[in-house]
């Protein structure tokens, strides 16, 4: 009999329905529910973007469908099964629905990953903490895949879409090397980085790495997406960014959000919808190359990580 592994696929997560977002909204702010206000904005942000209210949640679903069967193929011929569970940050079914599932379905070897490259104690850590105090609580010993930003099948993913987009950016009519590529991701606190949080390096060797491969003369990496704080967030911010372009006459922009892997509100909302319009008013030319989703090359390097995490090889040799 084939040894199985679970796998427990973690992502943020999005509410079910609009008259989920409040509690959706309300978790996200850990127990604090929004104002009227607040929340309102939050719908008429879901309910503004193209492609069905909550997107997320089936590139999700695809993705983790997608990943078992690339884990599979993967290991056809060897001693072991594959068999993926969702687990959401902020959503049903959450990370310690995922571990209980494994645990009901007799699995007691997991491995754990995030559909996010890199690592900051607020992201990928926050996963990691919930799903391994379920894992003891569930009886599971797991295993976790803290980032994955330099594999070379997502740099390949990532440089491919850039070079798609300028491609259609000169058969426009635009010179590319004076197409401005902004490499981005959810900006975080700046006190994670202040902390010694390996999340801005982390970018910034993606970007550096996309950079390369799609041979880039130039690229610049900004933030996106800040929450709606008082504290100081990482900045600058891609409408600060997009207004400084302007100031130095740049009219085309590429925009590569490099910390995302889906189409989901920060990048559907923030990056086609908000940061469009202000080009627009700018005169300028904005583009975004296509979300990951469930690009092969991306599954490919998600069930490369699991792999070699899991050691499956060296538990059948035992
Ligand atoms: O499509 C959807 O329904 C969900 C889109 C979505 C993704 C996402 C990813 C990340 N976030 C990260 C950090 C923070 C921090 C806060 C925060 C707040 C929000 C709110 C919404 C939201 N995030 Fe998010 N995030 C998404 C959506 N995020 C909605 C609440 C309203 C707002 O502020 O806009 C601040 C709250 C806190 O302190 O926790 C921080 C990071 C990522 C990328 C890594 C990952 O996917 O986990 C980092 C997708």
């Known amino acids: ?23 959706y909204y309300t978790h996200i702010r850990r127990g604090h529910a929004p104002t009227p206000e607040q929340l309102q904005e939050l719908v008429g942000r879901y309910e503004a973007i193209v492609g069905g209210f909550f997107p997320l949640r089936e590139n999700t679903d695809k993705q983790v469908a997608a990943l078992q069967e690339t884990l599979n193929q993967m290991t056809a011929d060897k001693n072991v099964e594959f068999v993926c569970y969702q687990g959401l940050k902020h959503a049903f079914p959450f990370i310690e629905d995922g571990v209980n599932a494994m645990a009901a379905d007799g699995i007691h070897k997991g491995v754990g990953i995030v559909l996010a490259p890199h690592y900051s104690v607020m992201s990928i850590g926050g996963y990691i903490k919930r799903a391994q105090a379920q894992a003891q609580e569930a009886g599971v010993t797991m295993k976790f895949v803290e980032s994955y930003h330099l594999h070379p099948k997502l740099i390949d993913a990532f440089a491919a879409r850039v070079a798609k987009k300028l491609d259609e950016f000169e058969e426009a009519g635009a010179v590319r090397d004076q197409v401005q590529v902004l490499f981005s991701a959810h900006s975080l606190p700046e006190r994670t980085v202040q902390m010694g949080d390996p999340y801005r390096d982390q ?83 904005l583009e975004r190359i296509e979300s990951l989703n469930t690009e092969p090359l991306y599954m490919e390097t998600l069930a490369d990580m699991v792999m070699r995490t899991s050691e499956w090889e060296r538990d059948e040799d035992e």
């Not at 427990?8 to 977002?21: F, K």
Request: no cysteine; proline share 4%.
């Open 203 to 285: 970018l910034l060797e993606t970007s550096e790495a996309v950079g390369r491969k799609a041979k880039l003369s130039s690229w610049q990496f900004t933030w996106q997406s800040a929450g709606r704080t008082a504290e100081p967030w990482l900045g600058p911010d891609i409408l600060d960014t997009l207004k400084e372009l302007s100031r130095k006459q740049v009219e085309d922009v590429l925009v590569a959000p490099v910390g995302f892997v889906s189409d989901h509100l920060e990048v559907l909302y923030d990056l086609d919808i908000e940061a469009k319009t202000v080009a627009k008013e700018l005169d300028m030319r």
């Open 1 to 23: 009999m084939k040894l199985k592994i679970g796998v427990l696929v973690m992502s943020y997560g999005t509410p079910q329905s609009l008259d989920q977002v409040e509690a």
